[in-house]
């Protein structure tokens, strides 16, 4: 099958993303991206994680380009507040380098401190090992700082339908890309796949018409596996404006656990961005409504001076059976969708075009091909699913019916029966604590770089603990604990020099604005 000329079949982000990507890798190819005037798009997500400069990098784009077009800022972290329950201690989950430097026992030092000083906070070891969280602690902002490069290890919280837009008219159509704006109104297939659409034909058809799946799921029918575990499936969303911008606007997107869901806060450059995701298992969409305008109240400085206006959207999760499907192939919500925890909306989009790339540089692709995307996307999905699972999985909260069922959840084959789809979560997670008693250093075996640590010290997971050292060193607890006392200090020690070094540094807002806005 030759992939010369290319069809994709609906714009936003995902479309022009798949765009961008495509006439980068293959300048030659006949790309052109057919999107309806009338359809509305769908924005669950602002927020991404740092493999996405990665892919802006593959572009050849800078973020110094892009962000002031789509009111973007700069992410440091992913901040998770009550999931342990309500007003227990917040943590973070920080990007970018990780000091095991001065330790005797890398990671497991601070779970000796925890052990001896139970008093400490949950939120102390991101402090105790992330130089970035040092910036994130004090509201500042820096291009370097102990190993953190912003221009690689740093994300993008940013409005999706802006950057979408300034993809198309900064890069993609001035590359060569082909625009059209018709409503889908006639498909035509045979057994081979798609024939033409609105007479409109191509060798490859990208769908990326979102939850519709209008190609994949509706012309050709492929069937849909749900994701059992995770709980939620409905989100309302909307918009604030800031009262004080200067002292609101931070470095991180911050993700609340409240009584059926949990709501993420992203500061954008004029405007923060937040949502309710949710269970319509356990409350309504008025109820749930109301749950979430009373957290807003709550946390939100002047929220119900104004009128707000929110969204419904319903989430489907869970991904096809087969990705690349004759000669169709799907992007974005159209291929599979987990929920916005961990910022994978926008992941799943790049990483499945860097896939795709990859299977269509042989020029005629073969079944196989088709196959073997299909297998590299589910790996990720399934592997990034499970990472996302580890939230619930790990939390103690259970102060309403929603909390309490997921304290009994029943994980599947992944963790129940050790069959996992990918060593990347659940199995991994079990097996590095129980068997290992320590979490691997190698970043390239979790998730985002480091995440397994930052998510088990903040549910309060222990890789080992005094009674485990005592069991593995066949030593006693007195020797251990004066044998640790110097790392422990150490510890300590980093963590107020990091702290003192960065009181020189901007705050996050003027970093934004001298780099970015200016």
């Known amino acids: 099958m030759k992939c010369d000329k290319i069809l994709i079949v609906g714009g936003g982000s995902a479309g022009w993303m798949t765009a961008a990507t495509l006439v980068r890798a293959f300048p030659d190819k006949d790309i052109t991206v057919l999107e309806s005037p009338n359809v509305p798009t769908i924005s669950v997500g602002e927020s991404t994680i740092s493999k996405v400069k990665q892919w802006t990098k593959f572009l050849g784009i800078d973020d110094r380009e892009f962000l002031k077009h789509t009111d973007g800022t700069i992410k ?4 998770f507040t009550d999931f342990n329950g309500k007003d227990e201690s917040a943590f973070h989950y920080p990007f970018g380098a990780v000091v095991t430097e001065g330790t005797r026992l890398n990671y497991n030092d601070w779970w000796l401190k925890k052990a001896y000083y139970p008093e400490t906070p949950v939120s102390d070891y991101a402090d105790s090992f992330s130089p970035v969280m040092a910036l994130i602690n004090q509201g500042k902002g820096a291009q370097n700082f102990y190993g953190f490069d912003n221009d690689k290890d740093s994300a993008y919280q940013f409005d999706a339908i802006k950057f979408g837009i300034w993809l198309k008219d900064h890069y993609c159509i001035p590359k060569g890309v082909k625009y059209i704006q018709e409503d889908i109104k006639d498909i035509k297939q045979d057994e081979n796949g798609i024939v033409s659409l609105n007479k409109h034909t191509a060798d490859l058809y990208v769908d990326c018409t979102g939850f519709k ?3 994949l799921g509706g012309a050709l029918k492929e069937s849909f596996e749900p994701l059992q575990n995770l709980p939620n499936n409905k989100a309302w969303v909307t918009k604030i404006p800031y ?18 869901g949990w709501v993420w806060n992203i500061p954008l450059w004029s405007r923060v961005g937040t949502g309710y995701v949710y269970s319509d298992k356990f409350v309504d969409d008025e109820t749930a409504l109301k749950e979430f305008k009373n957290h807003l109240a709550g946390v939100r400085p002047g929220f ?25 192939v799907a992007i974005g919500l159209s291929a599979g969708f987990i929920e916005p925890l961990e910022s994978n909306g926008l992941f799943s989009v790049h990483e499945f075009l860097m896939m795709l790339v990859r299977n269509l540089r042989r020029g005629e692709i073969t079944q196989w091909d088709k196959d073997n995307f299909t297998f590299s996307c589910k790996s990720i999905y399934y592997g990034f699913a499970e990472f996302v699972g580890l939230h619930y999985a790990l939390s103690t909260r259970n102060d309403t019916p929603y909390w309490k069922a997921n304290n009994e959840t029943v994980w599947e084959e992944s963790l129940s029966n ?4 990918i060593m990347l979560g659940y199995l991994q997670a079990a097996l590095q604590r129980n068997l290992n008693s320590e979490f691997p250093v190698d970043p390239a075996l979790t998730p985002g770089k480091y995440g397994l640590h930052y998510i088990a010290a903040g549910f309060n997971w222990a890789p080992t603990d005094l009674p485990n050292m005592i069991n593995l060193t066949h030593k006693s607890e007195k020797y251990i604990k004066e044998f640790m006392k110097p790392y422990i200090k150490k ?14 540094f901007p705050s996050y807002h003027d970093f934004l604005l001298e780099n970015y806005y200016k």
């Open 76 to 79: 440091f972290s992913i901040k």
């Open 213 to 215: 799946s209008m190609l």
């Open 243 to 260: 009262v004080d911008k200067e002292k609101e606007i931070e470095a991180f997107t911050n993700c609340t656990a409240i009584e059926n």
């Open 304 to 328: 119900g001076n104004e009128e707000h206006e929110f969204r419904n959207i319903k989430m489907r999760t869970g991904t096809h059976e087969r990705l690349f499907v004759k000669n169709v």
């Open 418 to 421: 050790f069959k996992p789809k």
């Open 491 to 504: 510890l300590d020690e980093r963590k107020e020099k990091w702290k003192k070094e960065v009181e020189k």
